[in-house]
């Protein structure tokens, strides 16, 4: 998989899948993006059709009802989504790296025979319960708690921000909580919550700035009863597993950020050749052609570095440096570009029914979503001895 690093050239079927998601995005994403933005409505019709397509099972193997593929296909997906619309994007990388992956890199055998096969077909989704009201960055200062009660779990308190929480295909949340105390520490653990759980609920949805197509809710824990066998992985490994998933879902925030980055730059360069002011096409002004450049060059350099820790991933090696250098760099090509793209179309990009005035919005959380800027140049720092 690496040897494209080095050739530029995609092997042939991840090309054929970056081509069959990209005419996808096309054909079936973009006419209904500006509506479900406008409306605040989940895109069940385009979900069922990324679920048809087998998105959601990419990276899993086939016995557990996958594709066989891998992380680095799933991100190559996010990048041709990203392009068009970064909700059904977020939507579909929560769904596998934030909800299935758990399942996938954690759970026991009956754990992942269960949830596995329903998560990959797309016809179910899981969420992934970490950030609470005093715990986003630190998300060791979890509160929620969960004690053994016989043979069962109760859990209480509550989550912030959790995607797929409250869609009607959602089935499964993921819920880290406060176990006991090893040595002072809190002792974190994960336990698998089924949807609908009495004491659960997904509390009404978010008025966000962006991302209005994807589905946000804060949660809240009212002695949630769950059998002892939904313990996920090892009894205080729950935060430690965790980061884990995130090291991972950084690379696919990465090419996420990086769709969009690249959907400027495409909006951006068939507006420049059409649009004419002064008796000429805009585009052949320096001035738009170099922030065009610009733009372009931030696309790829953040296209390198997430393709570079997808490869370091999938051979094995230590790549959480590469994965929040790729995460940076790419959410910050991303929110460059909106903001240049914005201004290349002037006051048609004030419009929300322009997709750069939508990526304008969506993009800013790229910078602060499953690790803010300052925590990836943290993890840098840490990572070069400092």
Known sequence: MTDFLATGTLPDHYEQLAKTVRDFA????????????????????????????GLFG????????????????????????????????????????????????????????????LLASGRALGAFGLTEAGGGSDAGATKTTARMDGSSWIINGSKQFITNSGTDITKLVTVTAVTGEIDGRKEISSILVPVPTAGFTAEPAYNKVGWNASDTHPLSFDDVRVPQENLLGERGRGYANFLRILDEGRIAIAALSVGAAQGCVDESV???????????????NQ?????????ETRAHVARAAYY??????????????????????????????ARDATQIFGGYGFMNEYPVARHYRDSKILEIGEGTTEVQLMLIGRELGL
Not at 32 to 39: C, L, R, Y
């Open 26 to 53: 096309q054909s079936v994403v973009a006419p209904v993006a500006a509506k479900h933005d406008e409306e605040h409505s989940f895109p069940y019709e385009v979900v069922a059709g990324m679920a048809d397509m």
């Open 58 to 117: 990419l990276p899993f193997p086939e016995e557990y009802g996958g594709m066989g593929g891998d992380y680095f296909a799933l991100c190559l997906a996010l990048e041709e989504l990203g392009k068009v619309d970064q909700s059904v994007a977020i939507t579909l990388e929560a769904g596998v790296s934030l909800g299935a992956m758990p399942v996938y890199r954690f759970g026991n055998d009956e754990q992942k025979q269960e949830w596995l096969p």
């Open 270 to 284: 068939k507006y420049a050749k059409e649009r004419e002011a002064f008796g000429r096409k805009i585009g052949t």
């Open 287 to 295: 001035a738009i052609a170099f922030k065009i450049a610009r733009m």
């Open 308 to 337: 570079d820790a997808a490869a370091l991933m999938l051979s094995g090696k230590p790549f959480k440096k590469q994965a929040a250098i790729a995460k940076l760099v790419a959410s910050e090509a991303a929110m460059d570009n």
